[in-house]
C-alpha cells in the first residue's frame, strides 16, 4: 500500500504560478510511476503528467506542454507539480497517482493509488 496526500492548491490569477507537492508514504517510493491528474466540475478526470521511477523520464498532456513540470525526489518521497502560466481552464481538483511498472501511463485505470486531491482555481 501507497498512502499518497497532495498540499499546494489554491486561488491563483491568470498568468501566476503554483505548485503542487504529493508526499507518499508506505512501500518505497522508488518503485513507482508517478503521474498528476486533474478533474474539473462535470468533467471526467484527465491525464496531466507522469514521470518514471528515477525521474529520467517525463509526459505531459498536450494542453500543458511548456507551462508545467513535473519532478520528484526519491529521498524524500514527494513529487512535484510546478504549473506556470496558469489559465482558468486549468481550474480543476489535481490527484497524484502512484502505478507499479515503469510505463508512464495515461491512462487513470492504469494507476493503482490515488491521494485524495487538491483544488486549483484560475481566475481570469
Known amino acids: 500500500q501507497v498512502q499518497l496526500v497532495e498540499s499546494g492548491g489554491g486561488l491563483v490569477q491568470a498568468g501566476g504560478s503554483l505548485r503542487l507537492s504529493c508526499a507518499a508514504s508506505?512501500?518505497?517510493?522508488?518503485?513507482?510511476?508517478m503521474g498528476w491528474f486533474r478533474q474539473a466540475p462535470g468533467k471526467e478526470r484527465e491525464f496531466v503528467a507522469a514521470?518514471?521511477?528515477?525521474?529520467?523520464?517525463?509526459h505531459y498532456t498536450d494542453s500543458v506542454k511548456g507551462r508545467f513540470t513535473i519532478s520528484r525526489d526519491n529521498a524524500k518521497n514527494t513529487v512535484y507539480l510546478k504549473m506556470n502560466s496558469l489559465k482558468p481552464e486549468d481550474t480543476a481538483v489535481y490527484y497524484c497517482?502512484?502505478?507499479?511498472?515503469?510505463?508512464?501511463?495515461?491512462?487513470?485505470?492504469?494507476?493503482?493509488?490515488w491521494g485524495q486531491g487538491t483544488q486549483v482555481t484560475v481566475s481570469s
Open positions: 497517482a502512484a502505478r507499479v511498472g515503469s510505463y508512464l501511463a495515461t491512462g487513470s485505470y492504469d494507476y493503482d493509488y
Open positions: 508506505g512501500r518505497t517510493f522508488s518503485n513507482y510511476v
Open positions: 514521470i518514471s521511477r528515477r525521474g529520467d523520464n517525463t
